[in-house]
């Protein structure tokens, strides 16, 4: 009984190992069959091809939108006017940032939609069920959907941020999530999902759209600043207002970035025993920094040439002198 018992096992060890060559000899026969070798030899071959194909058309349609819409930029600034100043430049600064932004949206979703279907191809070819993957993914989508809201809020943020021109790329932007600041600086992109602006000190800011609650654009419209000239008091200030007034006449000539001719407020405030007069310049957006500090200097110069010059603060020391004295007397 007991050598049957061990025959048996012998037996069914022996029809396992043959059953395992017969698996193997199946593999090697299949592997060996050359028509296997050239469907896959045609399929490696079609999605080498398809992938060429693939990037051609990616670089022909990002090459026509680009083309597209450099040219609309130049139709719309030469309808417009060529001047660098005024709301021409400016429509036409605008036009041209609006026109990077959308050129780089739209290749962003031209790569996405062709390398997507090249994909799908491509796993067709090699008799992947791509349907049936599809279907399995929707599935799989309704019970990941909730965890994914962010997502969609952010895309959904990022399509009306770009159809309402709240901001282009090269836009100077202050970006406010519930009331706190959290980016200031130049828009290097912007897509669906995120925007990256660049801080003061080079600063990185990668930002999901659905966070962005409030948006300051000082990129828009033309800035103001104001320009604060300190004078004696023994000035003569209607000769001073004529000095000005002559310097505005020929200060669109030396700063560029002027948009109109500078307007003399007049008499600000008298602090310090000092005169305050105020000067108001209008520059292109962005461009009042600078602006300022050069007028301010030309301004320096002029009134030095019309004999007129700036204030230097000086203190009356008289009083602390008599109440030194009298402290040493008692």
């Known amino acids: 009984m007991v050598?049957?018992?061990?025959?048996s096992i012998l037996s069914t060890a022996q029809s396992g190992v043959d059953e395992s060559l017969t698996f193997f000899q199946e593999i090697a026969e299949e592997m060996s069959d050359p028509e296997l070798w050239m469907n896959i030899g045609m399929s490696v071959l079609f999605a080498v091809i398809l992938i060429t194909v693939a990037g051609i058309i990616i670089k022909v349609v990002n090459r026509i939108i680009e083309n597209y819409f450099t040219f609309k930029s130049k139709a719309a600034l030469k309808a417009n006017g060529k001047g660098k100043n005024g709301k021409n430049g400016r429509n036409g600064k605008n036009n041209e940032k609006r026109s990077r932004t959308l050129i780089n949206v739209l290749q962003n979703a031209v790569s996405i939609v062709v390398w997507f279907i090249v994909f799908v191809m491509i796993l067709e070819t090699f008799g992947v069920p791509v349907a049936t993957l599809l279907a399995g993914a929707g599935v799989v989508g309704l019970a990941?959907?909730?965890?994914?809201?962010?997502?969609?809020?952010?895309?959904?943020?990022?399509?009306?941020?770009l159809l309402e021109n709240q901001f282009d790329t090269g836009d100077f932007v202050r970006i406010n999530t519930s009331g706190t600041t959290v980016a200031e600086g130049e828009v290097l992109s912007m897509g669906l999902r995120i925007s990256k602006i660049q801080g003061y000190e080079?600063?990185?800011?990668?930002?999901?759209?659905g966070t962005i609650n409030e948006v300051i654009n000082f990129s828009k419209y033309n800035s103001i600043s104001f320009l604060d000239i300190n004078l004696s008091l023994n000035e003569d200030l209607d000769h001073v207002e004529e000095v000005l007034n002559e310097f505005s006449e020929t200060a669109m000539a030396l700063e560029e970035t002027l948009v109109e001719k500078p307007q003399v407020l007049g008499l600000n405030g008298i602090v310090n025993g000092e005169a305050i007069m105020r000067v108001m310049i209008v520059t292109q957006p962005m461009e009042h920094f600078g602006a300022t500090r050069r007028v301010r200097k030309e301004i320096k110069k002029h009134l030095g040439k019309n004999g007129v010059q700036i204030s230097v603060p000086t203190m009356d020391i008289q009083d602390f002198d008599e109440t030194a004295r009298k402290g040493e007397e008692s």
Do not use: C, H, R, Y
Not at 3 to 7: A, D, I
Not at 202 to 209: A, C, D, R, S
């Open 3 to 7: 050598l049957s018992f061990l025959f």
């Open 202 to 209: 080079g600063e990185l800011f990668i930002i999901p759209n």
């Open 144 to 161: 990941i959907g909730f965890g994914a809201q962010s997502l969609v809020k952010d895309m959904l943020t990022g399509f009306f941020i």
